[in-house]
């Protein structure tokens, strides 16, 4: 019985079944604009080499770059308004202190006329409201170069996103053409991930189980690859099939067809 249970299995492992997958880039990126705007240049020539650092659509950034310089220059104002402001916030705090004491020393004074008491109380006011109108203003020039950060930070995203580049992926589609304005979420390029590669098969139930411990044969050679994911909920195109995917090294060719067999150890 023993010997026809190990022929059996023999026979199963010698005549695994066999998938056909394509070696395809580990991913394809689709590249969509953040911003808005007219397409100056796109540089068609890197269609299928791979990218830099260098921009290979440039959008129209101009008015993007010179509000940019205005608020670098609006928050170098106003950062002295508020240092000037903080000087005389600190003058006034002394004035300030000076006032509440000689208004002190006189408030009991019987010999202090009433016109003289209340001419002092009234500089004191107005001394008091100098000072926290002061601090008023400071707060507001605050919350301005707040909103400039703000919009800074944003025109500094704007004309950087403005210059699409994307290094180490290889170029395979440019969607635009110079002379097109563009928008939020427009679809720009396609880009393709090949530092490494990816085999993707459809299993039958039966070879799902420990799948992830057989062994892998690339077109019948036995390769230390494993599989690297596995979805164990059946497939929407191929019923009652389980999608399981091998990354392997980054090839020369990539989209040729290759067998893939899972055999036991």
């Known amino acids: 019985m023993k010997i026809l249970i190990t022929l059996f299995l023999m026979f199963t492992f010698s005549f695994a079944k066999v998938y056909y997958s394509k070696v395809e880039p580990y991913e394809f990126r689709a590249?969509?604009?953040?911003?808005?705007?007219l397409v100056l240049f796109t540089d068609d020539n890197k269609i299928?080499?791979?990218?830099?650092s260098k921009a290979y659509i440039l959008i129209d950034a101009k008015l993007d770059s010179k509000e940019l310089i205005f608020t670098e220059e609006k928050l170098k104002y106003l950062r002295k308004i508020v240092k000037v402001n903080k000087n005389v916030l600190t003058n006034l705090d002394k004035s300030l202190s000076?006032?509440?004491?000689?208004?002190?020393?006189?408030?009991?004074?019987?010999?202090?006329?009433?016109?003289e008491k209340d001419r002092e109380y009234y500089e004191l006011v107005s001394s008091e409201n100098s000072y926290l109108n002061t601090q008023k203003e400071i707060q507001n020039l605050n919350v301005q170069i707040a909103d400039l950060k703000l919009?800074?930070?944003?025109?500094?995203?704007?004309?950087?996103?403005?210059?699409v580049s994307n290094n180490g992926f290889v170029l395979y589609e440019i969607l635009v053409k110079v002379g097109q304005v563009v928008g939020m979420s427009?679809?720009?390029?396609?880009?393709?991930?090949?530092?490494r590669a990816k085999l993707t098969i459809y299993l039958d139930e039966m070879d799902v189980r420990d799948?992830?411990?057989?062994?892998?044969?690339?077109?019948?050679?036995?390769?230390?690859?494993?599989?690297?994911?596995?979805?164990?909920?059946?497939?929407?195109?191929?019923?009652?099939?389980?999608?399981?995917q091998i990354i392997i090294k980054s090839p020369k060719l990539f989209s040729k067809l290759v067998s893939v067999e899972l055999r036991a150890r």
Do not use: C, W
Not at 31 to 37: A, L, Q, R, T
Not at 98 to 115: G, M, P
Not at 187 to 193: F, M, T, W
Not at 219 to 233: A, E, P
């Open 151 to 163: 919009r800074k930070a944003y025109l500094q995203r704007s004309v950087k996103d403005k210059s």
């Open 211 to 244: 799948a992830k411990s057989k062994v892998v044969y690339i077109d019948g050679k036995k390769t230390s690859y494993k599989i690297s994911r596995m979805l164990n909920i059946a497939d929407k195109k191929n019923i009652s099939k389980y999608k399981a």
């Open 31 to 37: 590249i969509s604009s953040n911003v808005s705007g």
């Open 98 to 115: 000076k006032k509440r004491q000689n208004y002190k020393k006189i408030e009991d004074l019987e010999f202090k006329s009433v016109v």
């Open 48 to 52: 299928g080499h791979k990218l830099s």
């Open 186 to 195: 427009t679809p720009l390029a396609k880009v393709a991930d090949i530092s």
